[in-house]
Each structure stands twice: as structure tokens, then as C-alpha cells.
């Protein structure tokens, strides 16, 4: 079951409890980047940190879920959640800039991003990760947090790795360059008027 409260702000509220999880996300997308985050994936956290960051979102993230299965469940739960709640707070999206993109290094990787807060779900996720672990999150995992959070946000991504042989700089440049992907497109163009499309709409 997942329930949102609306809001007049950009602003999102969103909160699902299933048999497997309970995720709760507040997402302000014109926050100072602060993040409160309580998830039972150590590493996970980290990334949604990076998120609000540097997208200078405020986040607040709290989770519950079945890890001792494996943290399958509660990576994509959250992406779910996050990107309704992201969806949510964008309203009817009148005025934004709608694109954004980030090139951004962190040591030996360098990691593209690209987006269109188009209404329209599309993930293309151009990251090769082997199947390891940092700590004890599953990498593979970060292509299902993506691809979760695009389905619910309803966004374009595009996410490739240009270099990078260090897992974790891998994934969390990933991350970093979404966010500051994320941060442009939803900032407010000063020259723009209503919504950003000829059709008048973003569906």
C-alpha cells in the first residue's frame, strides 16, 4: 500500500508498507542538502546521503525491511518511495529547466548523467559492475534502485561510466553526478513560462 500526502510546496510525502517493507521519504526540493537517513543498508544510506547533498535536497529517509533475506527488497522499496515522493514535490512542473546533465570524476572513474524530468519512464544504464559486494550491499543493486525510482518518478536517465576500476568510487560517482544532474533540472529558469514543451504538457 503506498499513500502520499500532497503539498503546496515542492515538497513530497510518501509512505508504503508491504509485507517486506516500510519506507517513509520527505523530499524538499529546495532544501539546503540536508539529509536525515535510518535505512538497514548501511551503503545504501551513504548514496541517499549523496543525493540530497549534492542536490541540495532535503531528505528524509526512514526504512524498515526483510535484510535478512537480502537487501533487494528494501533498495528498490526506497527507489519506489523516493521517486514517487520526487514526483510529487516537482507539481505540475511549470517553469523548471526540466534538463540536466553532470559529468563528475571521483579519483580513477568518471561517471555521465543525464536527464529529462519528461513525465515519460526510461532507464539506460550504461554501468558495467560486477557481481560483488561493497560491504554488504550487493552492487548490482544500484541498476534496481535506478531503474525503481525512474518507473515512479516517470523521468528519462541516462547513466554511463566513462572510467573507473574501484567499485566503490564506481557506484557512488554514479550517484553523485545523478544528483547534480537532478539539482539543474529542477531548478527554476528565470526566462521560461509555463510548462517546458510544446505540447503544453509532460506525459
Do not use: Y
Not at 549523496?50 to 524498515?64: N, S, T, Y
Not at 511549470?94 to 519528461?118: C, K, N, Q, Y
Amino acid at each position: 500500500m503506498t499513500s502520499a500526502v500532497p503539498s503546496a510546496t515542492r515538497r513530497g510525502t510518501v509512505e508504503r508498507r508491504t509485507k517486506e517493507t516500510e519506507v517513509s521519504v520527505t523530499i524538499d526540493l529546495d532544501g539546503s542538502g540536508t539529509a536525515e537517513i535510518d535505512t538497514p543498508v548501511p551503503f545504501l544510506s551513504h548514496m541517499l546521503e549523496q543525493i540530497a547533498r549534492h542536490g541540495g535536497f532535503d531528505l528524509r529517509i526512514r526504512a524498515r525491511g526483510d535484510v535478512e533475506v537480502d537487501a533487494h527488497h528494501s533498495t528498490e522499496d526506497i527507489g519506489i518511495v523516493l521517486g514517487a515522493a520526487f514526483l510529487q514535490a516537482l507539481g505540475d512542473r511549470a517553469g523548471i529547466r526540466r534538463f540536466g546533465a553532470a559529468t563528475l570524476p571521483m579519483d580513477e572513474a568518471l561517471a555521465t548523467v543525464a536527464v529529462d524530468l519528461s513525465g515519460r519512464s526510461f532507464l539506460v544504464w550504461r554501468v558495467p559492475i560486477p557481481k560483488a559486494k561493497i560491504g554488504d550491499w550487493d552492487a548490482e543493486l544500484a541498476e534496481v534502485f535506478f531503474e525503481a525510482f525512474v518507473r515512479h518518478a516517470q523521468i528519462n536517465l541516462h547513466v554511463r561510466l566513462l572510467d573507473g576500476s574501484n567499485l566503490h568510487h564506481v557506484v557512488e560517482i554514479c550517484f553523485k553526478a545523478f544528483a547534480r544532474a537532478l539539482r539543474e533540472a529542477v531548478e527554476h529558469d528565470p526566462r521560461a513560462t509555463g510548462i517546458p514543451s510544446t505540447k503544453g504538457l509532460l506525459d
